[in-house]
């Protein structure tokens, strides 16, 4: 077939497509979403969202266990939620194969840490592969579930944002057929007692021997010789491509894409053969270590940053120092500084609404915030929260938290706050025992109907699924009732109802106890909302504008001083939402576009 | 592609621009054109309004797929501040191509930070290869603001000297159909558009 230009993700797709991968599950997450998005475009393989990783790890593995090859993807984080799943399959292993891909963020594009996740393959005691571009990806998942099903283990698929995300050239395979693997009941394998476990850790370390074994002469670890053997390089994942970049054909490589267990020999047999040995590496020094282990002293941590993202630019400073190649014309003049651009709650964003009411009791309130679009109102001019950790940690940090506060004599109430997916990831646990322990917490629901940040993943309060079937929507409001919560202590908002928005927060704020605010409107960017919104724009009368820059407050990006006027600058933008005709004391801004 | 093997090229914009539109087109049709080719977007929480960058490298075989400070040949700037921004991205002797359309971020339009002044006077100071697009004044004449993009797509066609792709048939394959008109249309009149 002809080469196409696909992402690492889209690859990982087409790959498991072509491996006969029959059940696929995923949480969202940047940069892995778009791996489920493309192979539920595939035929033959059932694809949905899980309500958080560790769901979706269990759903593929079940999938396994029932005889087919089964996929969950997830970012790095998230494999932290499906760390229970993942280390107790290693002792159990696998029927159908089974691939775990784990998608990195070294640099933090989008995540609130750069763990490398390569460190938990040792950790659960599963195979390791680590692709390097999109034809890897493509080829690579395919000897994953080989691999899986070979060695009866799951596999890891440890991918970084930029194999995640760069298109390179793929040349596409011919699938083979989802070929179901009979199930037959194996309690001394599958049903995790503790006597079974004793047996299977037995087991697991002789299957990683023999994986080990295998590991030396895998396709998947290879020895690229240079015209030199001069310098070596030990490396995998996209750290091989920027060492390629950097060092050329000069250098020798072991190139590395089976990565746990490491090849022993192999490693060895490279290194007497070069005369000096590098370990290149993003992150932590998880090759270096095992090399330094073996006996071998080599380049690796000292010169490679542990911190950030790696590219050829960074290695050709470390290792090949010479004047920077920046720059253009000399003894230039200083040039002006960019303003920083932050990404921003979009124009007619309702999450705006909702820290627009909550900025008017900052007196009286603290937010706790938690990971989606509705992070971004931490950012002046807003700064709707105070903290954020990790998925679904709002409302239960927020039980403590209340707790030390009130211990210190801080009367605020604390607000915390997540989104509708977040709610069903992993907030619903804090919400029963905020309710149970009758913690002095409002916790609040933005639900705009969608996984929007990761570009609009259905939920299990949307009507579809993944697959586009019609499902049962599953209903917040009903959730948070079945606590026990008595109903006068939960509201349902429109966050763009500013009044109606800052009543119930002021009933919260008086309620000693807990308390549930919904604050409910799809997100903007839902194609049937843009729809209904095309042509509606505010404007600003400028007979009536007093220059009091309330409007500017709400951090709207659509609305701007400009030439000492404040104007609409682009009403291809605004939404004409109205908040800031709500919050603008002199009436001087009204609809511009089709009145609603 | 003579002297090096291959060429790097980063579009920076605002999330919203059209950026990575523009660069799978580009992709795509470099790849018609029998390159290897690399292209790498960052997407996620910088979509939402904030400083966007995709990177395109193509030539006989490529490597690493990002383009680090001093290393693009050719630095497309969909938004003024934003050539300030990322340009230690761009080589000595390297190309700008800028389009002098101005997006306010929110610190300026709070006033917690202000818009620069003299963008173009002072990049024109100190890079030798400066080229003004008014691709989007462009796309506003032709009353569809949002094909700034292709605009900029064709000029940059024209600058590379990469015409023997059925470049129109590209665009017509990956905008949406209602769009593909005016779109079609963007894209010859950044062909022709004259960059000083």
Same mark, same amino acid.
């Given at each position: 077939?002809?080469?196409?230009?696909?992402?690492?993700?889209?690859?990982?797709?087409?790959?498991?497509?072509?491996?006969?991968?029959?059940?696929?599950?995923?949480?969202?997450?940047?940069?892995?979403?778009?791996?489920?998005?493309?192979?539920?475009?595939?035929?033959?393989?059932?694809?949905?969202?899980?309500?958080?990783?560790?769901?979706?790890?269990?759903?593929?593995?079940?999938?396994?266990?029932?005889?087919?090859?089964?996929?969950?993807?997830?970012?790095?984080?998230?494999?932290?939620?499906?760390?229970?799943?993942?280390?107790?399959?290693?002792?159990?292993?696998?029927?159908?194969?089974?691939?775990?891909?784990?998608?990195?963020?070294?640099?933090?594009?989008?995540?609130?840490?750069?763990?490398?996740?390569?460190?938990?393959?040792?950790?659960?005691?599963?195979?390791?592969?680590?692709?390097?571009?999109?034809?890897?990806?493509?080829?690579?998942?395919?000897?994953?579930?080989?691999?899986?099903?070979?060695?009866?283990?799951?596999?890891?698929?440890?991918?970084?944002?930029?194999?995640?995300?760069?298109?390179?050239?793929?040349?596409?395979?011919?699938?083979?057929?989802?070929?179901?693997?009979?199930?037959?009941?194996?309690?001394?394998?599958?049903?995790?007692?503790?006597?079974?476990?004793?047996?299977?850790?037995?087991?697991?370390?002789?299957?990683?021997?023999?994986?080990?074994?295998?590991?030396?002469?895998?396709?998947?670890?290879?020895?690229?010789?240079?015209?030199?053997?001069?310098?070596?390089?030990?490396?995998?994942?996209?750290?091989?491509?920027?060492?390629?970049?950097?060092?050329?054909?000069?250098?020798?490589?072991?190139?590395?894409?089976?990565?746990?267990?490491?090849?022993?020999?192999?490693?060895?047999?490279?290194?007497?053969?070069?005369?000096?040995?590098?370990?290149?590496?993003?992150?932590?020094?998880?090759?270096?270590?095992?090399?330094?282990?073996?006996?071998?002293?080599?380049?690796?941590?000292?010169?490679?940053?542990?911190?950030?993202?790696?590219?050829?630019?960074?290695?050709?400073?470390?290792?090949?120092?010479?004047?920077?190649?920046?720059?253009?014309?000399?003894?230039?003049?200083?040039?002006?500084?960019?303003?920083?651009?932050?990404?921003?709650?979009?124009?007619?964003?309702?999450?705006?609404?909702?820290?627009?009411?909550?900025?008017?009791?900052?007196?009286?309130?603290?937010?706790?915030?938690?990971?989606?679009?509705?992070?971004?109102?931490?950012?002046?001019?807003?700064?709707?929260?105070?903290?954020?950790?990790?998925?679904?940690?709002?409302?239960?940090?927020?039980?403590?938290?209340?707790?030390?506060?009130?211990?210190?004599?801080?009367?605020?109430?604390?607000?915390?706050?997540?989104?509708?997916?977040?709610?069903?990831?992993?907030?619903?646990?804090?919400?029963?025992?905020?309710?149970?322990?009758?913690?002095?917490?409002?916790?609040?629901?933005?639900?705009?109907?969608?996984?929007?940040?990761?570009?609009?993943?259905?939920?299990?309060?949307?009507?579809?699924?993944?697959?586009?079937?019609?499902?049962?929507?599953?209903?917040?409001?009903?959730?948070?009732?079945?606590?026990?919560?008595?109903?006068?202590?939960?509201?349902?908002?429109?966050?763009?109802?500013?009044?109606?928005?800052?009543?119930?927060?002021?009933?919260?704020?008086?309620?000693?106890?807990?308390?549930?605010?919904?604050?409910?409107?799809?997100?903007?960017?839902?194609?049937?909302?843009?729809?209904?919104?095309?042509?509606?724009?505010?404007?600003?009368?400028?007979?009536?504008?007093?220059?009091?820059?309330?409007?500017?407050?709400?951090?709207?990006?659509?609305?701007?001083?400009?030439?000492?006027?404040?104007?609409?600058?682009?009403?291809?933008?605004?939404?004409?939402?109205?908040?800031?005709?709500?919050?603008?004391?002199?009436?001087?801004?009204?609809?511009?576009?089709?009145?609603? | 592609?003579?002297?090096?093997?291959?060429?790097?090229?980063?579009?920076?914009?605002?999330?919203?621009?059209?950026?990575?539109?523009?660069?799978?087109?580009?992709?795509?049709?470099?790849?018609?054109?029998?390159?290897?080719?690399?292209?790498?977007?960052?997407?996620?929480?910088?979509?939402?309004?904030?400083?966007?960058?995709?990177?395109?490298?193509?030539?006989?075989?490529?490597?690493?797929?990002?383009?680090?400070?001093?290393?693009?040949?050719?630095?497309?700037?969909?938004?003024?501040?934003?050539?300030?921004?990322?340009?230690?991205?761009?080589?000595?002797?390297?190309?700008?191509?800028?389009?002098?359309?101005?997006?306010?971020?929110?610190?300026?339009?709070?006033?917690?930070?202000?818009?620069?002044?003299?963008?173009?006077?002072?990049?024109?100071?100190?890079?030798?290869?400066?080229? =003004?697009? !008014?691709? @989007?004044?462009?796309? +506003?004449? /032709?009353?569809?603001? *949002?094909?700034?993009?292709? $605009?900029?797509?064709?000029?940059?066609?024209?600058?590379?000297?990469?015409?023997?792709?059925?470049?129109?048939?590209?665009?017509?394959?990956? =905008?949406? !159909?209602? @769009?593909?008109?005016? +779109?079609? /249309?963007?894209?010859? *009149?950044?062909?022709?558009? $004259?960059?000083?």
């Amino acid at each position: 077939m002809k080469p196409v230009l696909l992402s690492g993700d889209e690859a990982v797709a087409r790959g498991a497509h072509e491996a006969g991968c029959a059940v696929a599950a995923a949480y969202p997450g940047t940069p892995s979403t778009e791996i489920l998005e493309n192979l539920a475009r595939y035929e033959n393989v059932w694809c949905q969202w899980g309500s958080n990783e560790k769901v979706a790890l269990e759903i593929a593995l079940g999938a396994s266990i029932g005889g087919a090859r089964a996929l969950a993807a997830m970012k790095h984080v998230g494999l932290n939620v499906a760390a229970d799943p993942l280390l107790s399959m290693g002792y159990a292993g696998v029927n159908g194969g089974l691939v775990v891909v784990s998608a990195d963020d070294p640099g933090c594009h989008s995540s609130q840490n750069e763990q490398d996740n390569r460190l938990y393959a040792p950790l659960a005691k599963v195979a390791m592969v680590e692709p390097s571009d999109s034809e890897e990806c493509r080829t690579y998942i395919r000897a994953a579930f080989d691999l899986s099903e070979a060695f009866d283990t799951p596999v890891l698929f440890r991918m970084t944002t930029r194999v995640c995300h760069s298109k390179s050239l793929v040349v596409p395979g011919v699938p083979r057929d989802p070929a179901m693997k009979p199930y037959v009941r194996n309690t001394g394998k599958f049903a995790l007692l503790p006597t079974v476990a004793r047996v299977r850790h037995r087991l697991v370390e002789e299957k990683l021997l023999a994986l080990e074994e295998y590991a030396n002469t895998s396709p998947l670890n290879r020895i690229e010789w240079g015209t030199s053997r001069e310098v070596g390089i030990i490396t995998s994942g996209i750290a091989y491509q920027h060492a390629r970049e950097v060092f050329g054909d000069g250098a020798s490589y072991l190139k590395l894409g089976l990565t746990f267990p490491l090849p022993s020999k192999l490693i060895r047999t490279f290194a007497r053969s070069v005369s000096r040995l590098y370990v290149i590496e993003e992150g932590e020094p998880y090759l270096e270590t095992k090399v330094r282990l073996l006996g071998f002293d080599c380049i690796g941590k000292e010169l490679v940053p542990l911190c950030g993202e790696l590219d050829a630019g960074i290695l050709r400073a470390a290792f090949l120092p010479q004047p920077s190649p920046a720059g253009q014309k000399e003894d230039a003049p200083a040039l002006p500084v960019a303003p920083p651009r932050p990404p921003v709650l979009c124009a007619g964003c309702p999450h705006r609404g909702f820290y627009t009411a909550l900025g008017k009791r900052k007196k009286s309130v603290v937010g706790v915030g938690d990971i989606g679009c509705y992070g971004l109102g931490v950012n002046p001019p807003l700064e709707g929260f105070d903290y954020s950790i990790c998925m679904g940690s709002s409302f239960s940090s927020a039980i403590g938290f209340s707790r030390a506060l009130a211990q210190s004599g801080d009367a605020r109430k604390v607000f915390a706050i997540l989104g509708d997916s977040t709610f069903f990831h992993s907030g619903i646990p804090g919400l029963v025992d905020a309710v149970h322990l009758g913690a002095n917490v409002c916790c609040c629901i933005l639900d705009n109907r969608i996984t929007a940040m990761t570009g609009h993943q259905e939920t299990p309060g949307t009507a579809r699924d993944l697959m586009g079937n019609e499902v049962v929507p599953v209903d917040v409001v009903a959730l948070v009732k079945a606590t026990g919560l008595p109903e006068e202590r939960i509201r349902v908002v429109d966050p763009l109802d500013l009044a109606a928005t800052g009543a119930a927060m002021d009933e919260a704020i008086a309620a000693q106890g807990p308390f549930v605010i919904v604050s409910r409107r799809p997100c903007v960017l839902l194609k049937d909302v843009a729809k209904s919104l095309e042509g509606q724009w505010c404007e600003v009368d400028q007979k009536l504008c007093r220059q009091c820059r309330q409007c500017l407050k709400i951090g709207c990006p659509a609305i701007a001083s400009k030439e000492g006027r404040i104007v609409i600058d682009d009403p291809v933008l605004c939404t004409g939402c109205g908040l800031c005709m709500q919050v603008c004391p002199f009436g001087a801004i009204r609809k511009g576009g089709s009145v609603r | 592609m003579s002297g090096r093997e291959e060429r790097n090229i980063l579009l920076v914009g605002v999330g919203g621009q059209g950026t990575i539109l523009t660069s799978k087109i580009l992709s795509q049709g470099l790849v018609d054109l029998g390159y290897d080719v690399k292209m790498s977007e960052i997407h996620g929480m910088a979509q939402r309004g904030g400083s966007v960058s995709t990177q395109i490298k193509y030539g006989r075989k490529i490597y690493a797929p990002n383009i680090g400070p001093g290393e693009a040949d050719l630095l497309v700037a969909f938004e003024k501040a934003e050539a300030l921004r990322w340009f230690p991205w761009l080589r000595k002797g390297g190309i700008l191509v800028l389009d002098p359309r101005e997006i306010y971020p929110v610190p300026v339009l709070t006033g917690a930070a202000t818009y620069p002044e003299n963008v173009v006077e002072s990049l024109s100071a100190v890079v030798e290869n400066l080229r =003004v697009a !008014p691709a @989007a004044k462009v796309a +506003n004449e /032709l009353g569809s603001p *949002r094909s700034q993009n292709m $605009v900029l797509l064709g000029a940059l066609v024209s600058l590379l000297g990469l015409e023997g792709a059925a470049w129109k048939d590209l665009v017509a394959r990956f =905008v949406p !159909p209602k @769009a593909r008109d005016v +779109n079609l /249309l963007a894209f010859e *009149r950044g062909a022709a558009l $004259v960059m000083r």
